[in-house]
């Protein structure tokens, strides 16, 4: 059957409800088939693998810098990506699918790389000139990685642009909620990139070791 003037979700709701008020005999039980079912185990599946993979990056983010608090502080680029995504989502389709997530994974890999680049080079340059005022190394830092960040996140943004622009063509159904995704989470990432994690790192990163220069 069909579902007319209210949400699929919500009337599947209310039948999974009225279903478990029915007596059947025994070895005999009522089951709901069809493509919601199957889009919500797949987005159950779906949120099993990001906490597996949040996991993982915040492990691997240790290990390139070698620091948990390091680690922790680019670890917040992921649930600010997420927002911005998540913000553009609504806003531009009203509902996040489950092409959506694609979205998602890239910009959290977006986000992940640039803060990266940014905090090694900081440390980078600790290392090699540290008798100068930390601040003024961070500013150094912040300005030679900004041209990098942001022509990265405005190249991404010129790809996906046009699929949004272009609206709900034919073919383009599945890959424009992606592009929705990717451009609201790159906003937000590179702002929180560029001009909150250096501040972030003033206050709250140590002072590299020298044989951190690997």
């Not at 948990?68 to 989502?89: I, Q």
């Amino acid at each position: 059957f069909d579902v007319r003037g209210r949400d699929a979700g919500d009337v599947m709701v209310d039948v999974e409800r009225a279903v478990e008020n029915v007596e059947f005999p025994l070895e005999v039980h009522a089951e709901l088939l069809g493509q919601l079912t199957e889009g919500r185990s797949a987005g159950q599946r779906a949120v099993s693998s990001a906490v597996a993979a949040a996991i993982g990056i915040l492990l691997l983010l240790q290990v390139a810098l070698r620091s948990w608090r390091l680690a922790s502080l680019l670890f917040l680029t992921l649930p600010v990506a997420a927002v911005g995504g998540a913000m553009a989502g609504l806003a531009g389709a009203r509902t996040l699918t489950l092409a959506a997530l694609l979205g998602f994974l890239a910009v959290l890999g977006i986000a992940v790389r640039n803060g990266i680049m940014l905090v090694l080079r900081f440390q980078q340059l600790e290392l090699t000139d540290g008798a100068a005022d930390r601040s003024e190394l961070v500013q150094r830092g912040s300005r030679e990685m900004f041209a990098p960040i942001l022509l990265s996140a405005l190249a991404t943004g010129a790809l996906m642009a046009p699929l949004v622009v272009l609206g709900d063509v034919p073919g383009l159904e599945v890959i424009r909620p992606v592009a929705i995704v990717v451009l609201g989470g790159l906003v937000t990432s590179t702002g929180f990139t560029l001009l909150v994690l250096p501040s972030l790192y003033l206050r709250f990163a140590s002072t590299p070791e020298p044989d951190a220069a690997d």
